[in-house]
């Protein structure tokens, strides 16, 4: 495998003359197969060399780019990157989404008209972005793996297996625990260097010496003597010293360099340490046996919104802040003041994680068996909040099987993603326990001798927001004539203008609601509620036939409460309506934001890129296998050179004269979008492929008649591509390259 350093540095690029041999770069780093294959780690600054080398390579440029996470310097080099404004380049972008904003988002942030000249969705090529988790994924013959950081922000480290040798990028990172003892007795230290384990490379962030960390603990970064003894007890081969400190010059990482060196030494190992610097490449060789870390897919979202999380500790102000802080990531807190509280809650509502601090008495450990117990569920993660930060780890702590140390005062970024690390590890995985439920347990009602599924139901009921209000006697009667019902994956539990009946209530599973237009065969996308979330309640409020339909994503169990039990309750109960409005405000604030994120194109009135992508994929993955697909491409010709000699006014009208004139020419079934700058799209259903011709024939006459109608001062020219294919392809990407490739052979033959 082919590795090179094309940016070394972190934070902030540092060009200059006392940076010249190890680089002042940002972080990027290049991994080649020997097939080939081009992976790309974090696009710093040194990306940007990267993109112009890409550039004189040979053959179709396909290329998987990992991001260990959002922050700047590990994506500013994306908006120079050239491939990426190359038609018929590939970008398959993989990453970890930040707090609240997907993948796509995070990037597009930085290539606002504010701060760049070319938007993400103008760019030319190809993107892909995939979202990941902990767990493993392939890229063709290449294993990818990916554990979480200790970070500011959700980071991801990359183990990636090719060729018989592995190389482990690590970047940014800090220890779990500030133990100067290097025994690595914290349980996430001890994950990392299994993670590290028999690499023949790790690429690890070594930011600080070890005096300069006692000032930057919280700052999600390592000091140089944690990362070469980490590197050690994992065995590994070669250790490259990475993401230097910006205020760090070529001599004080040489210093670090030789110091490090001595390190390893001294300890007996043989791993070579470097200090990775700009423009360093070699070929990596691995030659010892290997095993797996992870056996779980990357690739599976975890749902981590709605994961209930038992704070314990008699500290108001530590939970105000905790509570803030776990807050916008849709957890619930619940808060308990001393452990016979915590017991008590931990046994009546089933929690995801439990937070204890330690400071609130002496023993903690001890107390957190009693609560897993109480919960029935060995497994429980438990973050202990301690107030020993210097002297090692806590003495309560040491030997026992606490999931996790957090020192106090704690840094807020890192303790929420530690909190988030550990619920995609758990809930995600395994998902909430529903024990004692079964297909139609209550049957008509509850009301029969199955008490023990009424109980179950009951105490489930008392951890959900909405019936927290109500009493124990309130509850018993509202599920009274209430049924327990499991739906299967792919079930319309409601359909749209179904008459509203009842109040469902989701105890597991998930669910998507939807929104048909008669006019066309795209559904709007709604929302989607997991454990706890309520629908079919505003028909039952309104009085009135849904206004939406509801399908199951995954086997879901829902108890279903008759329309005028629910509404009596909430009469009965003024503390549940207004839990009721606060959740129903909440949903109409988040379709706002779906609806602004999908919103049509402002010039032409078509649906932008991502509702294009978003909308063939729900119509492809509903539409019958006899149909096929016909893709028409566009882009105006010419249209810099418009805007240029008559006006951005005129260049306007262009644009909004070819959308009217595709819709015109297509048929309501068909989906119109406008996916960049001067680029359009069709799609046909049942297309046939001999009625290509007809079509861009009936574009053309289109264009030219609404030109001559709106008096426009020359005549609208499009470049037209297409694609076909009797089986609809899962992702619209494939046939969008062909029609682009396509529409530039045509346009090649027509300048010669």
Avoid at 581 to 586: E, N, Y
Wanted: some cysteine; charged content about 25%; aromatic content about 8%.
């Amino acid at each position: 495998m082919y590795v090179r350093f094309w940016g070394t540095r972190g934070s902030i690029p540092t060009p200059g003359n006392l940076t010249a041999a190890y680089g002042g770069n940002t972080c990027c780093v290049e991994l080649r197969s020997k097939d080939g294959t081009t992976i790309i780690l974090d696009c710093g600054t040194g990306i940007r060399g990267l993109g112009l080398e890409i550039l004189k390579r040979p053959g179709p440029q396909r290329i998987h780019l990992l991001i260990t996470h959002t922050h700047w310097d590990h994506i500013q080099g994306f908006p120079f990157f050239t491939p990426a404004f190359v038609p018929g380049a590939e970008l398959n972008i993989y990453g970890s989404a930040a707090f609240q904003r997907n993948l796509e988002d995070s990037l597009s942030g930085q290539m606002q008209y504010s701060y760049f000249p070319v938007k993400l969705q103008d760019l030319a090529s190809r993107i892909h972005y995939t979202e990941l988790e902990e767990g493993f994924f392939r890229i063709g013959k290449i294993l990818v793996e990916t554990q979480y950081l200790n970070h500011t922000a959700p980071t991801i480290a990359y183990r990636i297996s090719a060729d018989g040798a592995v190389v482990v990028y690590v970047t940014d990172h800090e220890p779990f625990w500030n133990d100067h003892a290097s025994q690595f007795r914290h349980p996430g230290d001890q994950r990392h260097i299994d993670f590290l384990s028999n690499a023949d490379l790790v690429v690890h962030d070594a930011q600080y010496t070890s005096e300069e960390y006692k000032s930057k603990l919280g700052w999600g970064h390592s000091p140089v003597d944690y990362v070469t003894d980490a590197a050690i007890a994992a065995n590994a081969t070669k250790l490259a010293l990475f993401h230097h400190d910006p205020t760090h010059d070529d001599n004080t990482l040489k210093e670090i360099e030789h110091g490090q060196r001595a390190r390893a030494s001294r300890a007996g190992s043989g791993i070579d340490v470097f200090a990775a610097a700009e423009g360093m490449a070699f070929d990596l060789n691995g030659k010892r046996e290997r095993k797996t870390i992870l056996d779980i897919s990357a690739l599976e979202r975890r749902r981590i919104a709605g994961g209930r999380v038992l704070l314990v500790t008699s500290d108001r102000a530590c939970a105000s802040v905790i509570d803030h802080i776990l807050s916008d990531d849709g957890l619930v807190l619940t808060p308990a003041s001393n452990p016979q509280a915590a017991r008590e809650l931990a046994a009546s509502n089933p929690q995801d994680l439990i937070i204890v601090d330690a400071a609130s008495w002496v023993d903690a450990v001890e107390f957190i068996q009693t609560v897993r117990v109480a919960a029935d569920k060995s497994d429980l993660p438990a973050i202990l909040l301690t107030e020993d930060r210097n002297g090692g780890h806590s003495p309560d702590a040491q030997g026992s099987n606490v999931t996790d140390f957090f020192a106090k005062p704690f840094s807020p970024p890192m303790l929420r993603t530690r909190v988030r690390a550990w619920l995609a590890r758990t809930i995600g995985v395994i998902g909430p326990t529903d024990a004692g439920l079964s297909r139609d347990a209550g049957g008509p009602g509850y009301a029969g001798n199955n008490r023990a599924a009424k109980q179950n139901v009951l105490d489930l009921l008392s951890s959900m927001d909405l019936f927290v209000p109500l009493s124990s006697e309130q509850r018993a009667r509202l599920v009274e004539r209430a049924s327990d019902k499991t739906f299967p994956s792919g079930h319309v539990i409601i359909r749209q203008d179904d008459p509203a009946a009842a109040a469902y209530v989701v105890i597991s599973g998930r669910v998507r609601v939807f929104e048909s237009n008669p006019e066309t065969p795209v559904d709007m996308f709604l929302g989607e509620f997991g454990r706890g979330g309520i629908f079919g309640e505003l028909g039952t409020l309104g009085h009135r036939p849904s206004s939406a339909a509801v399908v199951a994503l995954e086997p879901t169990r829902c108890l279903v409460i008759p329309a005028e039990d629910f509404l009596a309750m909430l009469q009965e109960s003024q503390e549940m309506s207004m839990t009721l409005l606060r959740v129903l405000a909440r949903r109409l604030s988040d379709v706002d934001r779906l609806l602004a994120r999908y919103a049509p194109d402002s010039l032409t009135g078509l649906p932008a890129r991502r509702a294009f992508h978003e909308m063939y994929r729900r119509v492809s993955a509903g539409c019958r296998p006899e149909g096929g697909v016909l893709l028409l491409l566009l882009d105006v010709f010419r249209l810099k050179q418009i805007n240029d000699r008559f006006g951005y006014s005129v260049g306007d009208d262009v644009l909004r004269t070819v959308a009217d004139a595709l819709v015109e020419s297509s048929r309501a079934s068909d989906l119109v979008a406008r996916c960049g700058g001067d680029e359009f799209v069709v799609l046909m259903w049942q297309g046939r492929v001999e009625n290509v011709e007809i079509v861009i024939k009936r574009v053309e006459q289109k264009l030219r008649q609404l030109a001559l109608y709106r008096n426009l001062p020359l005549e609208v020219v499009c470049n037209i591509g297409s694609a076909f294919s009797q089986d609809p392809p899962q992702s619209v990407d494939e046939l969008l390259r062909l029609a682009d490739e396509e529409m530039h052979a045509k346009a090649s033959l027509e300048l010669k």
